[in-house]
């Protein structure tokens, strides 16, 4: 699933098509995550981008009236001038000609028209971005005072903190040398005052260097991102320090972590 990196990367390959109109939409598929909406022509038609931006994993395209809202869920891919592909399901053309194709081949995605983003049922229960200024070790200490849950989980519980995908836990908890399975509450302050900095600084570095592309991700240009060349552990067989890395399996998701290091986490 694309997160923060990997939408924020497509955001910005979507920068370009600020000032264009829609002038046509067509759906080849409705039955996505949410369902087509059958009035999306008649309220995208005629109304020009202003900005496109991010909102946690969703893209936000601010019109001239109203917003429109996409998840890219697993498999999605927004895609500027495609040749026709497998998997395209929305069509949307522009006056210059150009055209954004929205393909799925999981169909979890999804985009929806809005006149009001406070109408957005998703957007809602949108966390705190964790490259604001806002996020800090303070703020993170006191959100994980009462939890029980295994670290690992309250890192991928978006309404905490938005973005942070099962790779960038793994490979943040490695690289903090923290028990995936450590109860939350056992965080120290220095721990937060520590994991804080290394979230940025992940993030930011992905961004750089395009995201993760580990099977579908590609931007809207479709460029791959490089760098899952980075990863620590995750799918990895051993860490750059030789040590074995293990996996475990929980909810779907695998966990990749060095029994040797991050064990016995004592917080």
């Known amino acids: 699933?694309?997160?923060?990196?990997?939408?924020?990367?497509?955001?910005?390959?979507?920068a370009r098509l600020k000032g264009r109109e829609f002038t046509?939409?067509?759906?080849?598929?409705?039955?996505?995550?949410?369902?087509?909406q059958e009035d999306l022509e008649q309220h995208l038609v005629g109304r020009t981008v202003v900005d496109v931006q991010r909102r946690g994993k969703y893209l936000v395209f601010v019109l001239d009236r109203g917003y429109l809202v996409a998840h890219l869920g697993m498999t999605g891919k927004l895609l500027i001038d495609p040749a026709p592909a497998k998997h395209d399901h929305v069509r949307l053309g522009f006056s210059d000609g150009s055209e954004l194709v929205y393909n799925d081949a999981r169909k979890f995605g999804f985009l929806l028209y809005e006149q009001d983003l406070s109408e957005n049922k998703y957007l809602a229960k949108v966390g705190m971005e964790p490259l604001s200024a806002a996020f800090t070790a303070d703020h993170l200490f006191a959100l994980t005072r009462?939890?029980?849950?295994p670290i690992k989980s309250f890192l991928l519980d978006q309404k905490f903190v938005t973005g942070i995908g099962n790779i960038y836990a793994c490979e943040l908890l490695y690289q903090l040398r923290i028990d995936p399975e450590m109860p939350t509450c056992r965080l120290s302050l220095g721990q937060a005052q520590a994991m804080v900095p290394a979230?940025?600084?992940?993030?930011?570095?992905?961004?750089?260097?395009g995201g993760s592309s580990i099977s579908d991700y590609v931007d809207a240009d479709n460029k791959k991102g490089g760098f899952q060349a980075t990863f620590?552990?995750?799918g990895r067989k051993v860490d750059p320090l030789g040590n074995a890395v293990a996996v475990s399996k929980?909810?779907?998701?695998?966990?990749?972590?060095?029994?040797?290091l991050?064990?016995?986490?004592?917080?």
Do not use: D, H, W
């Not at 939409?25 to 039955?31: H, I, P």
């Not at 979230?199 to 260097?209: A, F, P, V």
């Not at 929980?250 to 040797?260: I, L």
């Open 232 to 234: 620590q552990v995750y």
């Open 1 to 14: 699933m694309p997160e923060l990196p990997e939408v924020e990367c497509v955001k910005n390959s979507l």
């Open 24 to 36: 046509r939409v067509t759906t080849l598929t409705s039955r996505l995550r949410e369902r087509v």
């Open 146 to 149: 009462k939890s029980t849950r």
């Open 262 to 267: 991050q064990l016995s986490t004592v917080a």
């Open 250 to 260: 929980k909810g779907g998701r695998s966990t990749y972590y060095v029994p040797a």
């Open 199 to 209: 979230i940025k600084q992940m993030l930011l570095r992905s961004i750089e260097l």
